[in-house]
């Protein structure tokens, strides 16, 4: 077998192994569909949900958000639902004139309300912009859902629901991270719309 070959076998072999881990999980799963449900009390409210994260998890973050104002699997009304990194001129100018690690909870503060979800994204559980904007988030009464790795790291402390995918493999844990994203998107939409 080729060095090649390798890689991609023990790439599909570990995030095959770690999906299985998640789904054999009961608590977990629990947690999972009690976010679900958030999302659904969320919006049946007329609130909206926010999302943050860094790098491949900003991605994840704008990747859900869009499944959610755009549509997942069918034609619906959008939901209001938006990733908290995508006006770079505000982003920039946060950073460059307070700290990058305020741009999230400045936006929070500005926007979030009694009733939303925020979902903070990181695999570390640690990224220090994601973690005061959960502290924000509950600070103004938001409902608030941390995706992380192992453990759940500081995010843990101000998770309503946290979502700890039980690995260190960044790459696994955010393969993790979408699955459960799109999970939940299928969920809220049958929910909210009806199954079509």
């Given at each position: 077998?080729?060095?090649?070959?390798q890689?991609?076998?023990?790439?599909?072999?570990?995030?095959?192994?770690?999906?299985?881990?998640?789904?054999?999980?009961?608590?977990?799963?629990?947690?999972?569909?009690?976010?679900?449900?958030?999302?659904?009390?969320?919006?049946?409210?007329g609130?909206?949900?926010?999302?943050?994260?860094?790098?491949?998890?900003?991605?994840?973050?704008?990747?859900?958000?869009?499944?959610?104002?755009g549509?997942?699997y069918?034609?619906?009304?959008?939901?209001?639902?938006?990733?908290?990194?995508?006006?770079?001129?505000y982003?920039?100018?946060?950073?460059?004139d307070?700290?990058?690690?305020?741009?999230?909870?400045?936006?929070?503060?500005?926007?979030?309300?009694?009733?939303?979800?925020?979902?903070?994204?990181?695999?570390?559980?640690?990224?220090?912009?994601?973690?005061?904007?959960?502290?924000?988030?509950?600070?103004?009464?938001m409902?608030?859902?941390?995706l992380?790795?192992?453990?759940?790291?500081?995010?843990?402390?101000?998770?309503?629901?946290?979502?700890?995918?039980?690995?260190?493999?960044?790459?696994?844990?955010?393969?993790?991270?979408?699955?459960?994203g799109?999970?939940?998107?299928?969920?809220?939409?049958?929910?909210?719309?009806?199954?079509?």
């Amino acid at each position: 077998m080729s060095s090649l070959e390798q890689v991609f076998n023990q790439s599909f072999e570990k995030s095959i192994e770690l999906k299985q881990l998640v789904l054999n999980d009961g608590e977990l799963k629990d947690i999972i569909l009690s976010s679900a449900q958030a999302f659904i009390d969320a919006y049946k409210n007329g609130n909206c949900s926010r999302f943050c994260g860094n790098g491949g998890s900003a991605g994840d973050a704008q990747h859900i958000a869009a499944e959610l104002s755009g549509r997942f699997y069918f034609d619906r009304p959008p939901l209001d639902a938006e990733a908290l990194h995508v006006n770079g001129s505000y982003v920039t100018a946060v950073a460059n004139d307070y700290s990058y690690d305020v741009i999230y909870e400045r936006m929070v503060q500005a926007q979030g309300k009694p009733g939303d979800v925020l979902v903070g994204i990181s695999t570390s559980g640690n990224s220090k912009n994601v973690l005061l904007a959960m502290k924000k988030a509950k600070e103004l009464g938001m409902k608030t859902i941390a995706l992380t790795g192992e453990g759940g790291g500081a995010m843990a402390e101000y998770a309503d629901f946290l979502i700890a995918i039980p690995s260190k493999d960044t790459p696994r844990i955010q393969e993790v991270h979408i699955l459960v994203g799109h999970i939940i998107c299928q969920i809220v939409e049958e929910e909210l719309f009806g199954s079509k």
